[in-house]
């Protein structure tokens, strides 16, 4: 078995790779110009509708309430767009505002999209996707779903430290906000207010209370606790969750849908906090755990993601190889072994045999092979870094950007016989004039080089 994987810097943080921390008083915001693929969402606008009848008086965190879960915050829109005519708030947990310009997108063509239900042109892995994530509150906004924006800001920093000039220019910058926009901001108790796309606009600080009244409609975004997370020292996963949701209970909104996003495809969250999606739909289905015990296999987990950090790596991986036998289905349990047989005695091949373990069960882990293949590259093992492509391309065969990725080392590897086929079918797909323009143009130029 290659051992490259010897020479690779693992730090085990759940979030390492995810996110950049920020030393300023307010979180800067960072604008993506492209996207990387992702999954797709199983749920529909009917799914959506039968899971919020009845539910304008659900005290959130107090009551028992479904969670949707999607790859990407802008599958969320399919459920927003079922809840729209309430005109409800917006209660965003995430590291970015989503208010990148959705320029070339008319509200009217979002509408139509919606009420088709097509979801597949929500997801981020296509050649043409509709928007990209980064943009999809201002689709919302420009289609006029919500009455007002409360975004919750992942600020480490004291609600004294904020600073309005500061936040300005963040939002300036990054393109988040227009000038008048940004010059209507104001602050007061740790949150800046101010008029977005034509709606209150309100940033808050993490230790702030928000009174909203009405309908709310909360999407929590995993980059949201991927900037405030430090480790399992300074910021234990778990306190940190329950934490964040105990004060967001506090606020007492009545929701009206509820959301959750990974944003790992797009990586800006690492792999290994993947299990927090079924932690927080649990905590959303079973509020009253917030004040009980936490349950077993959590602590378990807890304990397993700081043994490594006291460079106890043999004893976290006996303790994961225990979970997993107890919860073989679990992919993240799979990747967790992966990520911790890395630094223990087990061998190299038995590291990756738990990769492939995870991935089967759940094919987003294949970004791990993206992620391994310039690294077996460096270390002078092309074989390798091939081989782990084609294993992602396998996990993920409708993802043109993995396929993309395969083909560009097949060129490298002179294999340009295997390459040729993958680079037709990438030619003969839509690619979105928005934001794969040139895509076109640079598959030919591949195909001409891959051609004798």
């Known amino acids: 078995m290659i051992r490259y994987i010897t020479l690779i810097c693992c730090t085990l943080m759940l979030f390492c790779g995810g996110c950049e921390s920020s030393e300023t008083q307010t979180k800067t915001v960072t604008v993506e110009t492209a996207t990387t693929p992702a999954a797709t969402t199983t ?112 600020t480490p920093g004291d609600i004294e430290e904020l600073s309005v000039e500061i936040f300005r220019s963040q939002m300036l910058q990054s393109n988040t906000l227009s000038a008048d926009e940004a010059r209507s901001l104001t602050l007061r108790n740790g949150i800046f207010s101010g008029t977005v796309r034509g709606v209150p606009f309100h940033a808050v600080h993490p230790q702030a209370d928000v009174k909203v009244s009405g309908p709310v409609v909360l999407h929590f975004d995993l980059s949201y606790l991927s900037a405030l997370y430090k480790g399992e020292i300074k910021t234990p996963i778990f306190p940190l969750v329950y934490q964040t949701l105990k004060h967001l209970r506090d606020q007492q909104i009545e929701t009206v849908a509820a959301s959750f996003s990974y944003s790992q495809i797009i990586r800006e969250v690492a792999l290994g906090s993947r299990f927090l999606g079924d932690v927080f739909e649990q905590l959303f289905a079973q509020p009253q755990l917030l004040d009980a015990k936490m349950p077993g296999p959590w602590i378990k987990r807890a304990n397993a993601l700081y043994l490594p950090n006291m460079m106890m790596f043999d004893e976290a991986r006996k303790l994961l190889l225990q979970m997993a036998d107890a919860q073989p289905d679990d992919a993240s349990l799979h990747y967790a072994l992966y990520m911790v047989s890395r630094e223990t005695s087990a061998s190299l091949g038995v590291a990756l045999r738990h990769l492939a373990d995870a991935v089967q069960r759940d094919p987003v882990y294949a970004y791990e092979y993206l992620s391994l293949a310039p690294i077996a590259r460096e270390k002078g093992f092309p074989d390798e870094a091939l081989r782990v492509l084609f294993l992602a391309s396998k996990a993920n065969p409708d993802n043109p950007l993995m396929t993309l990725a395969l083909v560009r080392a097949l060129i490298a590897a002179g294999q340009t016989e295997t390459a040729v086929p993958l680079l037709e079918n990438l030619l003969a797909l839509n690619w979105s004039k928005s934001y794969y323009l040139n895509m076109p143009s640079f598959l030919e130029q591949l195909l001409a080089e891959a051609r004798p």
């Open 43 to 154: 749920v529909t606008a009917e799914d959506v509708k039968e899971d919020i009848s009845g539910a304008q008086k659900n005290g959130l965190l107090q009551n028992s309430i479904t969670l949707q879960r999607y790859e990407v915050s802008s599958e969320a829109l399919l459920q927003w767009y079922a809840v729209r005519e309430t005109r409800p708030s917006l209660v965003l947990y995430s590291k970015d505002p989503l208010l990148l310009s959705t320029q070339t997108l008319k509200p009217k063509e979002l509408l139509a999209r919606l009420a088709e239900q097509d979801r597949k042109a929500l997801r981020a892995n296509i050649a043409n996707p509709l928007i990209i994530p980064k943009m999809t509150l201002d689709a919302a906004l420009k289609a006029r779903f919500f009455s007002a924006v409360y975004w919750i800001m992942p």
